[in-house]
């Protein structure tokens, strides 16, 4: 499994901003980001073939995870953008259909995509 994850930029705060996962294939696939000097921390993740999603609480009301399987790709679509969004994201995917929310439990992983969000 190759991961290619896309989307990166730079918006202002309150602009939306879409990031796309592709090449995840039949597995639960989710997005993490990770700020300079600050933990890992989980966005979201979905299910395959996509019927149950995992949102993180800090994001539940602005974010939202989709995928397309026909295309392969997870979709991580982000409104609203605040400044402590600002991070470098992740998408990554389990070897089993069901999502988590703790990036340990992911085997394969992509390229981080920076997203920038100033105020």
């Known amino acids: 499994v190759q991961l290619q994850a896309s989307g990166e930029g730079w918006v202002q705060a309150g602009d939306s901003l879409k990031l796309s996962c592709t090449g995840s294939?039949?597995?639960?696939t989710g997005w993490f980001r990770q700020a300079p000097g600050k933990v890992r921390e989980f966005v979201a993740a979905?299910?395959?073939?996509?019927?149950?999603?995992v949102v993180a609480r800090s994001v539940k009301d602005r974010f939202a995870i989709s995928r397309d399987n026909v295309l392969k790709t997870v979709h991580l679509q982000m409104n609203s953008l605040k400044p402590d969004d600002t991070a470098v994201y992740y998408c990554?995917?389990?070897?089993?259909?069901?999502?988590?929310?703790?990036?340990?439990?992911?085997?394969?992983w992509g390229q981080g995509t920076q997203v920038t969000v100033s105020s």
């Open positions: 990554a995917a389990r070897d089993n259909q069901y999502p988590s929310d703790d990036w340990s439990e992911y085997v394969h």
């Open positions: 294939g039949r597995s639960a």
């Open positions: 979905i299910s395959w073939p996509g019927t149950r999603t």
